[in-house]
């Protein structure tokens, strides 16, 4: 229950969300692209991958995940976990991911699916003590990813792409947000809705943490929640405990609908205003 002080702004953010938090909105944003797959293997691996390019302008997300996927065929998980060629992105250029970072993030969940059967018990057997904070969790299934065996081909790339593969798959020890990790675990945990995916069982929407990328952020610092663009982890622990006083079992609900009522051009305040 929020508390006495939070309540007007609980209602503002309600009536965002009930205004934003559609399906057909669904349509301008990544998460789009894992509804054509139906298995939740599938979901899962086609989830990781698109959450891990979503950085620029949608438009462009929306056209490199297409790619992305398309080589990896109806069954992605399927193609993964067999031992069929991963050198299917030669001419994958996604701003400054390239089709060797994929490659390289494809032989990683490869061996993650081999060993643990999926990204989420991968994720879980990465921290057995599951009272610890996310920030452990999550730095353990970075680095976990980042130790698994590659092929002699691909290993050589990793030192060249090495600035670049710490973008693509950063680690919350380091200070990063890591919007996208943040990201793609709301779209699993999240119980399903339209928009998330509710795939993961054994983490807890209550343990997630908000995904700040540069529309959010705006509403957040009309919120004087924070004074700066410049974001890190530390940002996102701030926020997100700010989230769970008004909603401490799911405090990332309104994350889809606050990100798209920003990037459609609204203002938050209309909504203050019109609980007052």
Not at 18 to 33: A, F, G, M, T, V
Request: overall charge positive; proline content about 6%.
């Amino acid at each position: 229950m929020a508390k006495p002080g939070n309540q007007l702004l609980k209602q503002a953010l309600e009536l965002a969300y009930e205004d934003y938090h559609q399906e057909k909105r669904r349509r301008r944003d990544p998460i789009s692209l894992v509804y054509p797959f139906s298995n939740p293997q599938d979901q899962e691996v086609a989830a990781f991958l698109v959450a891990l390019i979503s950085y620029g302008n949608v438009t462009t997300i929306l056209q490199s995940g297409e790619k992305l996927l398309a080589p990896l065929g109806r069954n992605p998980y399927q193609y993964l976990i067999s031992d069929s060629p991963l050198n299917l992105w030669p001419t994958f250029k996604h701003r400054f991911t390239t089709g060797k970072d994929i490659e390289i993030l494809a032989q990683w969940i490869r061996e993650a699916l081999k060993t643990q059967g999926s990204l989420e018990q991968f994720f879980i057997s990465r921290t057995p003590d599951q009272s610890v904070p996310m920030k452990l969790k999550l730095s353990g299934f970075v680095q976990g990813l980042w130790s698994q065996p590659l092929s002699k081909n691909v290993k050589c790339w990793v030192q060249v792409r090495n600035r670049n593969l710490k973008y693509l798959l950063s680690d919350p020890q380091q200070g990063s947000a890591c919007k996208r990790l943040n990201m793609f675990l709301r779209w699993v945990v999240r119980p399903k809705d339209g928009i998330d995916l509710g795939l993961w069982k054994k983490v807890t929407p209550r343990e997630l943490l908000l995904p700040l990328d540069t529309h959010l952020v705006q509403t957040l610092k009309k919120l004087k929640w924070i004074r700066t663009e410049n974001t890190n982890w530390k940002t996102v622990e701030s926020v997100t405990e700010k989230l769970r006083e008004i909603s401490a079992e799911d405090p990332i609900r309104y994350d889809f609908s606050l990100c798209h009522l920003s990037m459609s051009g609204g203002n938050f305040k209309d909504y203050q205003k019109k609980t007052l």
